[in-house]
């Protein structure tokens, strides 16, 4: 006969139900279900990043609730559970955890070994001893990740664990970028980025984030190529004049419906550039007459896209300017002024270009301080930039409308919770 204990405890109950609803398979999926009778449940694996965040379980707390009731109802639930350890998170994390850092110009070291505690200064390896350390590190966070989500007893099927850094993943996404190749989806192209200059390395759209920055207004000159006067345009970023494009003006803004189709010549520099009229153009803000540059944010992109601009980028990875003049500068007197401004940051940049623009007089009074949103990598210190590189896209509809009609009808055969998403897709 069993005795009851003096005090009841609760403690490795997780442990015990855990290894109970493992062997019984209680969660496992059945692949030989029909489809008709599939809940597939896709939910973006957390990011291995030394310790799990109180939101990524509650969110998954939700999501155990609908894949319950699924089973309840007597559909087999695809519940997959994963990893994310491939990004700038995990990068980060093995440089501070080891102090290393990856340079590609470093040899392979086969013996290298961590110092128990990270130097002050961080140590360069080569990218296979780097990634050595990333999976290292990776393999015993996910141990204390797996601890914890199977302490919480989520209903998830654990013979499915992949991680996104793993052979099976690689392999995958390896095959998946080939095929598109063959079938003529994958395309190569020069073209702009979000970068974060003390990464140095590109950024997604989902690592980003907008913050608060002040800056300010700069009024500046630029002159109509017929001669018949000047239009003024404000910009919080004069140091990319010499990256000027265009001018744009909203189509339907009748203050400026006779500049479109005619041209204008860039202060200091001289370069001759088109208006153009584009929907996104702001005709309450500034002037209502925007310089399109390659690039300052996001809707220079949109414009510089759509609009089939020429690429005039002149910040480089390092978040320097080209030391170079660059061709479409001729002058001399242009010339001499982007010297004065070649192989600066972009605050000094923007600071020999004030002071020029105030000494030739095409600043047209003082600068109008303002707070506005600036994009930021979400664990960066410094804003992004925008840079060019060779890269390998999938065509996405943005370039073909057909194709992007084809997405956008797709999108409306899902079922959208909540339904605002669906403008979001």
Same mark, same amino acid.
């Given at each position: 006969? $069993?005795?009851?204990?003096?005090?009841? $405890?609760?403690?490795?109950?997780?442990?015990?139900? %855990?290894?109970?609803?493992?062997e019984d398979g209680t969660y496992r999926f059945t692949p030989s279900a029909h489809r008709d009778d599939v809940f597939a449940i896709d939910t973006p694996p957390p990011t291995v990043s030394g310790?799990?965040?109180? +939101?990524?379980?509650? +969110?998954?707390?939700?999501?155990?609730?609908?894949? !319950?009731?699924?089973?309840?109802?007597?559909?087999?639930? &695809?519940?997959?559970?994963?990893?994310?350890?491939?990004?700038?998170?995990?990068? !980060? !994390?093995?440089?501070? &955890?080891?102090?290393?850092?990856?340079?590609?110009?470093?040899?392979?070291?086969?013996?290298?070994?961590?110092?128990?505690?990270?130097?002050?200064?961080?140590?360069?390896?080569s990218r296979p001893n780097f990634i050595a350390l990333c999976e290292r590190l990776t393999a015993d966070d996910e141990r204390v990740f797996e601890d914890i989500f199977r302490r919480l007893g989520l209903s998830v099927d654990w013979t499915l664990l992949y991680t996104t850094v793993g052979e099976v993943s690689r392999r995958t996404s390896q095959l998946a &970028?080939?095929?598109?190749?063959?079938?003529?989806?994958a395309y190569s192209a020069e073209a702009p980025t979000m970068w974060d200059i003390d990464d140095r390395t590109a950024v997604a759209q989902a690592e980003m984030e907008d !913050?608060?920055?002040?800056?300010?207004?700069? %009024?500046? %000159?630029?002159?109509r190529s017929d001669g018949s006067g000047d239009v003024v345009v404000d910009t919080t970023r004069p140091e990319l004049v010499p990256s000027c494009v265009a001018l744009v003006a909203h189509p339907d803004d009748e203050r400026h419906a006779a500049l479109v189709g005619t041209t204008v010549t860039t202060p200091l520099f001289g370069?001759?550039?088109?208006?153009?009229?584009?929907?996104?153009?702001?005709?309450?803000?500034?002037?209502?007459?925007?310089?399109?540059?390659?690039?300052?944010?996001?809707?220079?992109?949109?414009?510089?896209?759509?609009l089939q601009l020429p690429t005039r980028a002149l910040? +480089?990875?390092? +978040?320097?300017?080209?030391?170079?003049?660059?061709?479409?500068?001729? $002058?001399?007197?242009?010339? $001499?002024?982007?010297? %004065?401004?070649a192989g600066d940051t972009v605050k000094q940049g923007q600071r020999a270009i004030v002071e020029a623009l105030v000494a030739s007089g095409e600043l047209l009074g003082e600068p109008r301080p303002l707070t506005h949103p600036v994009k930021f990598y979400e664990r960066g210190s410094r804003p992004l930039e925008i840079v060019t590189s060779r890269q390998w896209y999938i065509a996405n509809g943005g370039r073909d409308q057909s194709l992007r009609d084809t997405f956008v009808e797709r999108g409306r055969q899902l079922a959208w919770h909540p339904p605002h998403m669906r403008h979001r897709y």
């Open positions: 006969m $069993s005795t009851i204990p003096e005090r009841p $405890s609760l403690d490795g109950i997780e442990a015990v139900w %855990a290894a109970r609803w493992d310790s799990i965040h109180m +939101g990524t379980i509650f +969110g998954y707390t939700q999501t155990d609730a609908i894949a !319950r009731y699924q089973r309840m109802t007597g559909k087999s639930v &695809f519940y997959p559970i994963g990893w994310d350890d491939n990004g700038l998170a995990t990068e !980060r !994390r093995v440089q501070n &955890f080891y102090g290393v850092r990856c340079d590609p110009t470093v040899p392979y070291d086969p013996d290298f070994e961590p110092p128990a505690e990270p130097p002050e200064r961080d140590i360069p390896v &970028f080939l095929h598109n190749l063959d079938r003529g989806d !913050r608060e920055r002040p800056g300010a207004y700069h %009024a500046l %000159a630029f002159h370069v001759e550039v088109p208006v153009v009229a584009h929907r996104l153009a702001e005709p309450d803000k500034g002037t209502g007459v925007a310089m399109i540059c390659t690039f300052g944010d996001t809707t220079d992109v949109t414009w510089w896209r759509e910040i +480089g990875r390092d +978040g320097r300017f080209a030391r170079e003049c660059p061709d479409w500068i001729t $002058s001399d007197g242009a010339r $001499s002024a982007y010297a %004065a401004m």
